[in-house]
């Protein structure tokens, strides 16, 4: 280390020009790394989508998605297989490890799909594996309205044939999904009577309509020196083209049916602030950078033209507010930390030029930190950002000691000694111990990096960047700030201690010789704090994390199963009207059902509201308070009151968007609704429990069609063609697609829309090649109930009751939860699950508490290495506990709730006690190995490194205060009740380590004092 010092010293304009190096191009560098405002947090999933065409549940589940799961079991670091069987669609979500990457795991499903494809029923969809997006992915949604009327097929033609393709192409983009209406179509309605009259079937004019599109290439034809092209063009691609399209014996489908244009059946509405609306969610790539996309998007809509008549609204939600605003609190608290640690270092040092010195390595140590953060990967976040802002005041730390002991070493060495020499001396003397430290620092982050899931998604990018920071700090101390002394001429100055440390020392020696006096009195003090703090922890309320501000809110509205698509949107336009009403609720957008191959595959009871806040004039909580009691207004719903983000996080964690889940498994749906809604009710009993729901999952009415085979074979009939029939009594049959322009129209063959009462079907005419008869002669009507959706995850059905949190910490209230479930008798094959937040935290708070012992260890290790003697680095390890009380406030001051942000701050003040522990120590040891008393060795070591502890703890101290004070900013949700135990305890370790460390070290010496 000395020759590497001395080196440095003596080539210290190349020291130098690093250092300019590090500042230029890395500034530039550093401008380009993707921005986003958490790190990603999605395991690698599958979403696999079939589209069924109107197959029951029952028949969704054992034709389709058990097949799949069957194919998808045995996966190579498969985490969980869930699926969801509705009417008409199969939904299965293969979530992997985070150890594969989304290309892997979508190579091994496209295999596994390729081989069950084959044996799935006949007439559906293949399987379709969604776009790859992640769960926080979907950043923008747009709404567009028709202000010249109520229709919105126009608007929904262009945003299927102009806006959805054009924001595709967009870099960063991966998938746009469109809600609202239906699509534009060619309806043919078929007369019953005039087929009966005619004796013609319905089956016959489907296959003249599948042969409409007449149109074939014939080959060429040559005259001369010519060839020309020969193409029969006899396409229907018109509503009068069908008309006259002839069907036998002289007749035109005009005579049997009537042709018009028309609409799909919707499978999804929107509108916005109550007005029908075309929803467009605009989902991006994993790992795109949420502004950058967001800025492409506004730029390629900046040269859209819009129809006349129709508006484009953009801010129904972006996630890129909350982004923007959460970095720009985080900048401010690095810029105000930053400014607060220039002041104090240079009022500690009442030295322009030390000052400078020691500043120097704040910007180097933070570029370098990026720098290195980049070449990893690791995109700028809030939590990136976070640790940067936690580190900002330790950055200078090591320069301090270091410029501190180099300037008193030169004021004792004299004119006569070589300049360069002292330095290297200088530095030698204080440079164990702050590599030593350091390693300490980096030590205590380790549990970090022990955990797994989400938890460790969010916190190693933060412990990854402040020890990268501290680190780059120490570099900057050890080989650029010797270089920066001898460069700017710092020299000996006269023996006069800065006011500063005049001050601090008048106020410390008569509490140093009080601790001198009567150090077991102050060990005892100092044990029971400690032990009072431990015990105020332990009692305190549990959170996995603090709640975000994110400025929007989620609502999620729910009816009975059963409930049609035009219900919900009733409902959920009063929904949007009470909450428009509301002070706070800025805008209102809501998606009823779901869109055309949507990951968020949900059914038509389902309703999502995105609320956007102002949060300039009311609490959060408060209008959160205000929205639940006015929603009570719209019966028959349950609602859901969340925030995207954390919402989001929720779904990670549980499957479902909600702070807690019971998922109870079991085969029997009969039995399985039956203990699940008993689970509901035990929740709703409970306090502080909110929002308490069932996952959209139960009976609905069904009207059930079962043909007598007999009969059917009577009239020449099969299964197929009475399937045919029931679809084209309802929803009718694509038959066809024509083209007109880009736009793809389909042509839906269905009965004539008429009387759909029981006894109007039981008397429906059907023609049959052997005559015509009534569909009660073929088959049975009857009403029924059946499951409206059938939910499955690793082979077991399953269905989840939801529930929120308001006014209780999540440890109480898990707690509660199971003690009420575990009452509860459940019946053989039954069994239950309590899953979210509370499962993550507690296998997280597990995680780190068993590698905090590893973690302790090796800091044991540490010092005993560091300070030569088992004695010393018992000494240490005793004063560590000392930033427990302070710590303990921090944690009142942030709310009185210990959640992983907290417990992290904890692990960090474990460093920073070492390090004060460390440099006394060191100190005192040196004194006794140079002759001194035990007691004249505390004395001085103590008065001598009792400015730079101070200052090192102020300038860590007021890098963190900004952070602290702006705890309700956005942003700032998991760095601020960290930094708030950071301070408290960096306050009461630096305070308490100054006058209990010396009375540790004079009664484990007791003997061996004069």
């Excluded at 240079?346 to 030029?353: K, T």
Aim: hydrophobic share 45%.
């Amino acid at each position: 280390m000395d020759i590497l010092t001395k080196l440095g010293i003596r080539y210290w304009g190349v020291m130098i020009f690093i250092a300019l190096a590090l500042l230029g191009p890395g500034l530039f560098m550093v401008q380009k790394m993707p921005v986003d405002v958490l790190p990603e947090l999605s395991s690698p999933s599958v979403t696999i989508l079939t589209e069924a065409h109107q197959m029951g549940p029952e028949a969704v589940e054992l034709q389709i998605s058990l097949p799949l799961e069957t194919a998808l079991q045995g996966l190579s670091h498969l985490r969980r297989l869930r699926s969801a069987s509705g009417v008409g669609l199969s939904m299965v979500v293969a979530e992997f490890d985070w150890q594969i990457s989304e290309k892997e795991a979508r190579l091994q499903v496209m295999e596994r799909l390729q081989t069950v494809a084959a044996s799935l029923p006949e007439g559906i969809d293949a399987p379709l594996m969604t776009p790859p997006s992640s769960i926080m992915g979907e950043i923008i949604f747009l709404g567009i309205t028709d202000n010249q009327g109520q229709d919105l097929v126009r608007a929904r033609q262009f945003a299927d044939t102009v806006l959805r393709p054009r924001l595709l192409a967009v870099s960063g983009v991966s998938q746009i999904t469109v809600l609202g209406s239906g699509d534009r179509a060619i309806q043919i309605e078929l007369l019953p009577n005039m087929l009966q009259h005619y004796q013609i079937k319905a089956q016959e004019i489907i296959e003249k309509v599948q042969e409409a599109d007449g149109s074939a290439t014939a080959g060429y034809m040559t005259q001369g020196a010519q060839a020309f092209l020969v193409r029969s063009l006899g396409r229907s691609t018109t509503v009068k083209h069908f008309e006259n399209l002839g069907i036998g014996e002289g007749l035109k489908l005009k005579d049997v049916a009537r042709v018009t244009y028309s609409q799909t059946r919707p499978i999804g509405l929107g509108s916005v602030a109550t007005k029908p609306a075309i929803i467009l969610a605009i989902g991006r790539q994993p790992q795109a950078n949420t502004i950058e996309v967001s800025e492409a998007v506004d730029k390629s809509l900046k040269l859209l033209q819009m129809p006349e008549g129709l508006e484009l609204n953009t801010n129904l939600f972006r996630q890129e507010h909350f982004i923007r605003a959460a970095l720009n609190s985080l900048k401010s608290a690095l810029a105000e930390g930053s400014f607060l640690v220039v002041l104090i270092v240079i009022l500690g040092l009442q030295s322009l030029r030390s000052s400078l010195i020691c500043l120097l390595a704040l910007p180097l140590s933070l570029v370098m930190a990026l720098l290195i953060l980049s070449f990893f990967g690791v995109s700028i976040n809030t939590m990136t950002l976070g640790g940067l802002t936690i580190a900002i005041g330790a950055l200078v730390d090591d320069a301090i000691v270091f410029v501190e002991n180099t300037v008193r070493r030169l004021n004792e060495g004299g004119t006569g000694q070589d300049r360069g020499e002292l330095i290297a001396k200088s530095l030698s003397q204080v440079a164990s111990s702050i590599i030593y430290a350091t390693a300490i620092i980096v030590v205590v982050f380790l549990p970090l990096f022990f955990l797994s899931g989400i938890e460790g998604k969010l916190f190693q990018p933060l412990g990854l960047s402040y020890v990268t920071a501290l680190v780059a700090s120490l570099f900057v101390a050890l080989f650029l700030t010797p270089a920066f002394i001898y460069c700017m001429g710092l020299r000996e100055k006269s023996h006069s201690t800065p006011i500063a440390a005049r001050l601090a020392q008048r106020v410390y020696d008569p509490v140093l010789k009080f601790t001198m006096k009567y150090p077991v009195p102050i060990l005892v003090a100092g044990l029971l704090l400690s032990l009072g703090s431990v015990f105020y922890v332990s009692n305190l309320g549990t959170s996995f994390l603090p709640p975000f501000r994110e400025g929007s809110l989620t609502i999620e509205m729910s009816t009975i199963p059963g409930t049609s698509l035009q219900e919900s949107d009733r409902l959920g336009r009063m929904a949007e009207s009470v909450l428009l009403g509301l002070d706070g609720v800025l805008q209102v957008a809501r998606r009823s059902g779901r869109a055309s191959n949507d990951a968020h595959a949900v059914d038509e009871t389902m309703t999502e509201i995105e609320v956007v806040l102002d949060l300039n004039n009311q609490n959060r909580d408060s209008i959160l308070e205000s929205i639940r009691n006015s929603l009570k207004s719209v019966s028959g719903v349950v609602f859901n009151i969340g925030q995207p983000i954390s919402h989001r996080i929720d779904h990670i964690l549980s499957g479902a968007r909600a702070m807690l889940v019971v998922a109870v498994f079991g085969e029997d749906l009969i039995r399985l609704d039956a203990f699940a809604n008993r689970v509901k009710a035990t929740l709703e009993d409970l306090p502080s429990l909110v929002d308490v729901a069932l996952e959209s999952q139960g009976e609905q009415p069904e009207l059930r069609i079962v043909p007598h085979l007999s009969r059917l074979a009577d009239y020449g009939l099969s299964p197929h063609d009475m399937a045919e029939h029931t679809e084209l009594l309802f929803d009718g049959i694509r038959v066809a697609q024509i083209l007109q322009g880009n736009l793809k129209i389909p042509v839906i063959v269905r009965y004539e829309e008429g009387g759909r009462q029981t006894e109007d079907l039981k008397n429906f005419p059907i023609v049959t090649e052997r005559g015509s008869t009534t569909l009660s002669e073929l088959a049975d009507v009857s009403w029924h109930r059946g499951p409206n959706r059938i939910g499955r995850e690793d082979r077991s059905r399953r269905i989840l009751v939801m529930a929120n949190i308001a006014g209780m910490d999540l440890g109480s209230a898990s707690e509660m939860v199971e003690a009420a479930l575990m009452k509860l008798t459940a019946e053989p094959g039954i069994h239950w699950q309590l899953r979210g937040q509370f499962e993550a935290r507690k296998i997280a708070a597990q995680r780190m508490f068993f590698a905090s012992f590893l973690s302790l260890f090796i800091v044991g290790w540490i010092l005993h290495v560091s300070l030569g003697s088992l004695r010393l680095a018992l000494l240490t390890m005793l004063s560590l506990p000392l930033s427990l009380a302070g710590g303990a406030f921090g944690v009142y001051y942030s709310g009185g709730i210990v959640s992983l942000a907290s417990l992290v701050g904890f692990l960090t003040l474990l460093g920073i006690a070492a390090r004060n522990g460390i440099l006394l120590l060191e100190r005192f040891r040196d004194g006794v190995t140079s002759g001194m008393s035990h007691y004249d060795a505390v004395w001085e070591g103590t008065r001598e490194r009792l400015l730079p502890v101070f200052m090192t703890a102020i300038s860590t101290a007021l890098g963190l205060l900004p952070l602290v004070l702006a705890m309700d900013k956005p942003g700032n949700e998991i760095q601020a009740p960290m930094a708030a135990v950071i301070l408290g305890g960096l306050i009461s370790s630096t305070v308490l380590s100054v006058i209990v460390v010396p009375a540790l070290w004079l009664v484990f010496h007791k003997g061996e004092t004069k």
